[in-house]
């Protein structure tokens, strides 16, 4: 459990820089402040269920690698996934299936 803990503020921080986002946009869309998302990046705090969530949420990553460690490939490609839309989706679906040579 310590070694997510420890984990958590390294991943929050990854996560707000490969979205682009400043410690100050983050902690206003996870309604926050800077100073506590800056304590949580540095591992200094370990923020409530509802903070996790909301940061969860505004950086839109999977629980998986968080709750399943050495699932970290899988995360950037969720994230990238995320945001297509469906006619998008569709192509990359039917491309992955082409490549794997597999139907669904």
């Known amino acids: 459990m310590e070694s997510f803990l420890v984990q958590l503020g390294?991943?929050?921080k990854q996560a707000r820089i490969e979205e682009g986002l400043t410690q100050a946009q983050l902690a206003e869309k996870a309604d926050i402040s800077t100073r506590y998302l800056m304590d949580i990046e540095n591992?200094?705090?370990?923020?409530s269920l509802k903070v996790f969530i909301a940061l969860i949420r505004a950086l839109r990553l999977s629980l998986d690698p968080l709750l399943y460690p050495g699932t970290e490939g899988t995360e950037k490609l969720y994230r990238l996934l995320s945001q297509c839309n469906d006619k998008q989706i569709?192509?990359?679906?039917a491309m992955t299936q082409t490549m794997l040579g597999v139907d669904f």
């Open 43 to 47: 591992k200094n705090d370990i923020p």
């Open 90 to 93: 569709a192509v990359i679906t």
């Open 10 to 12: 390294s991943i929050i």
